[in-house]
């Protein structure tokens, strides 16, 4: 299994950008299906960004389509997520996740979780 660790949430103000980092460790995931996930307080887990590590194949939802984006620096083992044009619905804890099954927006097929960073978008 590889390890997770988020950084770069914070509070930003409407309109704002942050970039979100997951450090992975244990095992280079180049070969990992990974991706951004999200939860809000109420709310279930949302998938946000993926890449498909087969092609590097990239996918978002369509709430943040045109406005994040998901990379990966494979020599520092580092995937991230520039998110610009920040909204208030964006507010949520964001999540790092990573499997080598199949590809899926369904949390439930990933293994590996990083702990969570907070982003707040303020109105």
């Known amino acids: 299994q590889v390890q997770l660790v988020e950084s770069g949430g914070g509070l930003v103000q409407a309109g704002g950008s942050l970039r979100l980092s997951c450090a992975a460790s244990?095992?280079?995931?180049?070969?990992?299906?990974v991706g951004w996930f999200r939860q809000a307080p109420g709310k279930e887990r949302e998938f946000v960004a993926g890449?498909?590590?087969?092609?590097?194949?990239?996918y978002y939802a369509n709430s943040v389509k045109g406005r994040f984006t998901i990379s990966t620096d494979n020599d520092k083992n580092t995937l991230y997520l520039q998110m610009n044009s920040l909204k208030p619905e964006d507010t949520a804890v964001y999540y790092c996740?990573?499997?080598?099954?199949?590809?899926?927006?369904?949390?439930?097929?990933?293994?590996?979780w990083g702990q969570g960073t907070q982003v707040t978008v303020s109105s």
């Open positions: 996740a990573a499997t080598p099954r199949g590809w899926s927006r369904s949390p439930s097929m990933y293994d590996s």
């Open positions: 244990g095992r280079t995931f180049s070969t990992y299906n």
């Open positions: 890449i498909r590590w087969i092609g590097r194949t990239t």
